[in-house]
Nanobody, 126 residues
Framework: QVQLVESGGGLMLPGGSLRLSCVGS????????MGWFRQAPGKEQEFVAA????????GYAESVKGRFLISRDNAKNTVYLQMNSLKPEDAAVYYC???????????????????WGQGTQVTVSS
């Protein structure tokens, strides 16, 4: 049925850049707000970024604002997370999530999201 598949994770040095992708299937992609969350070992999962259905409005956690960029291509059923100026504290498993919304809006809460990907590991270390 509905699947979200992340890719693009890997090992980067501090200050490096990485682009994550998430491809959706089994859903009308443009009906969903898309978000990225992350979870480091021993820590709670936290919100990273979200983008509304049309891709016109975005929201970011304060910890990544100015460094990360979320975007989407509905024709490709894909949402992206461009991560720049990576810091060791960015290391985590990153999860793509989809939330159905009847209007243009954003969700920042994990409990609001309907579907989740399997996660992709991002390691930032020297």
């Amino acid at each position: 049925q509905v699947q979200l598949v992340e890719s693009g994770g890997g090992l980067m040095l501090p200050g490096g850049s990485l682009r994550l992708s998430c491809v959706g299937s089994g859903l009308t992609f443009s009906w969903y707000t898309m978000g990225w969350f992350r979870q480091a070992p021993g820590k709670e999962q936290e919100f990273v970024a979200a983008i509304d259905r049309s891709g016109t409005t975005t929201g970011y956690a304060e910890s990544v604002k100015g460094r990360f960029l979320i975007s989407r291509d509905n024709a490709k059923n894909t949402v992206y997370l461009q991560m720049n100026s990576l810091k060791p504290e960015d290391a985590a498993v990153y999860y793509c999530a989809a939330e159905h919304r009847p209007a243009e809006s954003l969700s920042y809460r994990r409990e609001d999201y309907n579907y989740w990907g399997q996660g992709t590991q991002v390691t930032v270390s020297s």
